[in-house]
């Protein structure tokens, strides 16, 4: 074949592919949104015909829009409400994608040790009833580091965030005084502390505070370099968050049918507890057929190719035995 | 320049595409020597050579500028009506009490808007504080005192200020004003002014009056470069006249100038305000982000813009939506109420006088 028929071939089908194209709208969550785009974008190279839009406009504004039906597909970091699932015209499936591990930075003057947090410490510091890092609590699991007599300010996020979702509905399981007076959710009303806006706002203010802690998304700690302590798990050992833990934390859980599932302080000796999924929102009865049955092509491409791009970019991938469950439910479920 | 508009876009006068061009030079000459002798011996040219021109275009040009001033009005009804539209929900769980709720849970769905409207008014207070006397200082040295040279340098610096985005300032006000504030300023003022109460309570960097601090920054720009507009236009015959009855320097710029410009000048810190009120970016940044009313300046507080900016996207409740969009209809409110106060206090100066310089 000579040259320039190459070409013309190329033009043509390029001119066929952009007649033919179809874009699929999504919006939803910002956690996972690197990792999306790069699977969208995967996706188009292998299938042409099919443009993802997504746009991260936050989990509650995907929740949104996927129920007003505005979007071929939504995201978010948090599951839908049963109240939320009773409003909606769409009914949805929840498609964990990949998971999010949250994890305690902290700035404490002298101490260049890994710390160690049980859940009571972690709740204390919280709901400010541990106020000084020389507390007993904190000298007695970590007898190796000599805690300054400096008080704790407890930094937060400001933004409503999938973030603060993980890490309260984790206070809420292990602390019943924390579920009674704060509980969970993307904002709540913190018993103390100062508020930053987004990981890098938080991890600004740890850096700026002598004696501050908070928490922010693994990603950014480890994509910063952040130090960051260990958590104790429901198995009674002291595990740091990485890929593998948070990986962990997702197969010792048993799923449900519908996948709105919390996997915060999950079973398993090697499980980081304060780990999530994320989920996609995809329509089951979808009004477009066409558009539906490429949205319900591509997620399952995900699942199929997508996993093992997700720890190139420090997400952590669905266990294999989830990935198989969630195929099965995809097929079965959306129409 | 708006009388020789209509002539000059007149479809009717195809001979007199070069009227334009020796029109110009003339009218800017003319601004130049506030004189208005060149400006209307142009227009009875333009008169002359087509006398049916003026009528019809004339209409047309009031209509239309009717409707961009309409639009105004029609842009604050539409946003008013918005924003009461969308906040029936929380205005009818919460009524006015709303206003004066110190509670905002998102968990329980309880809310009220006192610590972020009480934020937005003491940091935007503060703000003003600090930046009004500098902006003046600024505006006066440039204006009467500074040397030419230097003049160029200042004023360019000023609107420099300006340009910077706010982002910018909030991440200069976290990494290079908070510790600042932290490890000396705060500190000393807890010694020195403890006793008032306002400097009180553990030391963050963050929190009010940090978010005072960078506000202030950010509006002396504003204020200063407008009072520098005002007092430039201040005629140089009032200097003289007052400095010729035997003035000092400093009794002529207070008498002659401040006083002459004091509308225009009030005019600028307006302005400055309302980019106060309404600042999010760089205030969330460093105001730590707490709805706590707190009489230390010290402690973390919260406006309603950032609040805003923080918890809209991923609010998903319709209650907390709603409260979230009331949140903003009080912002309105109050930067209405503000700016009516800020108008009611320049016609009780001036006693309704309208014929002093403005901005």
Known sequence: ?335 | MSDDANPLNSPESPEHTQQPMTAIPTLAQAATERKTFAVSSALARIRQSHPRSSRIPDAVFKVLILLTAASVFAIVVFVLWELIDKSRLSLHQFGLGFFVGHEWDPVNDQYGAMPFIYGTLVSSFLALLMAVPLSIGVAVYVTEMCPMRLRAIISFLVELLAAIPSVIYGLWAIFVLAPLLRDYVEPFLAKTLGWTGLFTGPVYGIGMLAAGIILAIMIVPIIASITREVLTAVPQNQREAVLALGATRWEMIRMGVLRNARIGIVGGIILGLGRALGETMAVTMVIGNRPEVSKSLFAPGYTMASVLANEFTEATGDLYLSALIEIGLALFLVTLVVNALARLLVWSITGGSTGRVRA
């Not at chain 1, 915060?264 to 499980?271: E, F």
């Not at chain 1, 669905?318 to 439910?329: N, S």
């Open chain 1, 1 to 335: 074949m000579n040259r320039s028929l190459k070409i013309l071939i190329c033009v043509f089908a390029l001119t066929l592919g952009a007649l033919a194209q179809t874009t699929l709208n999504g919006a939803g969550a910002t956690f996972p949104y690197p990792i999306y785009s790069k699977w969208f974008s995967e996706y188009h190279n292998q299938h042409s015909d099919v443009q993802v839009n997504y746009q991260s406009i936050g989990s509650g504004g995907g929740i949104r829009q996927v129920q007003a039906g505005t979007v071929d597909f939504g995201a978010t970091d948090g599951p839908m409400s049963d109240e939320q699932i009773a409003a909606s015209k769409v009914k949805v499936l929840h498609v964990p994608t990949v998971l999010g591990a949250v994890v305690p930075a902290y700035n404490i003057p002298g101490v260049t040790q890994e710390v160690k947090f049980t859940p009571e410490i972690l709740a204390g510091i919280f709901m400010g009833k541990i106020s000084n890092w020389n507390d007993a609590a904190l000298a007695k699991v970590n007898p190796d580091i000599k805690f300054p007599n400096q008080n704790i300010t407890v930094v937060h996020r400001s933004d409503g965030s999938g973030t603060s979702y993980i890490f309260t509905d984790y206070l809420s399981k292990i602390s019943a005084d924390w579920q009674g007076t704060t509980g969970k959710g993307t904002s709540v009303k913190w018993p103390v502390g100062v508020g930053g806006k987004g990981n890098e706002g938080v991890a600004g203010m740890i850096r700026q505070l002598p004696g501050s802690i908070g928490y922010i998304e693994l990603i950014y700690a480890l994509q910063n370099k952040i130090n960051y302590g260990s958590v104790k798990n429901s198995s009674g050992q002291f595990v740091k968050a990485s890929l593998e833990s948070t990986t962990a934390a997702a197969a010792g859980v048993k799923m449900p049918a519908d996948f709105r599932v919390s996997i915060t302080n999950p079973p398993g000796k090697t499980a980081y507890p304060i780990a999530s999924f994320t989920w996609l929102l995809i329509p089951t009865n979808p009004a477009d057929k066409t558009k539906g049955k490429m949205v319900k092509d591509m997620v399952l491409w995900a699942l199929d190719n997508g996993e093992g791009m997700a720890s190139g970019l420090s997400y952590a991938p669905l266990p294999k035995e989830v990935i198989d469950k969630v195929k099965a439910a995809v097929n079965q479920q959306v129409k």
